[in-house]
């Protein structure tokens, strides 16, 4: 996937520190040709305090490999924030029972 940008925004409901991104790959159906389906490849992790207008680029991530199910953990400069964004511009294979549709496709984001 090439096309515009897709990110998820999380609201931690006040400012908190941060240092660390947990990603759960979904491991409920394989990707197409194997390997985990729609883990983003090249994102960026970005986070925003609160009243803030802007975002903060605390991690970018190029050519991530398929993790293979398993959950990867994306660590950086203790920050605080009260948002949370993973904008990816790259994901990987899309699902087996959808071959034509890429989707940013995670079971959970833990962050710490």
């Given at each position: 996937m090439s096309a515009s940008p897709v990110w998820v925004e999380i609201d931690l409901?006040?400012?908190?520190?941060?240092?660390a991104v947990?990603?759960?790959?979904?491991?409920?159906?394989?990707a197409a040709g194997?390997?985990?389906?729609?883990?983003?490849?090249?994102f960026t992790l970005q986070t925003r305090a609160d009243g803030a207008t802007t975002y903060t680029t605390?991690?970018?991530?190029?050519?991530?490999?398929?993790p293979n199910g398993l959950p990867?953990?994306?660590?950086?400069k203790t920050t605080t924030a009260r948002y949370l964004r993973l904008q990816a511009t790259r994901?990987?294979?899309?699902?087996a029972d959808e071959?034509?549709?890429?989707r940013l496709q995670?079971?959970?984001i833990r962050i710490g």
């Amino acid at each position: 996937m090439s096309a515009s940008p897709v990110w998820v925004e999380i609201d931690l409901g006040t400012d908190t520190d941060l240092d660390a991104v947990r990603l759960f790959p979904r491991t409920d159906t394989s990707a197409a040709g194997g390997g985990t389906a729609g883990f983003p490849v090249d994102f960026t992790l970005q986070t925003r305090a609160d009243g803030a207008t802007t975002y903060t680029t605390v991690r970018t991530v190029t050519g991530q490999p398929n993790p293979n199910g398993l959950p990867q953990t994306y660590g950086f400069k203790t920050t605080t924030a009260r948002y949370l964004r993973l904008q990816a511009t790259r994901l990987g294979a899309p699902a087996a029972d959808e071959t034509t549709r890429y989707r940013l496709q995670l079971a959970e984001i833990r962050i710490g």
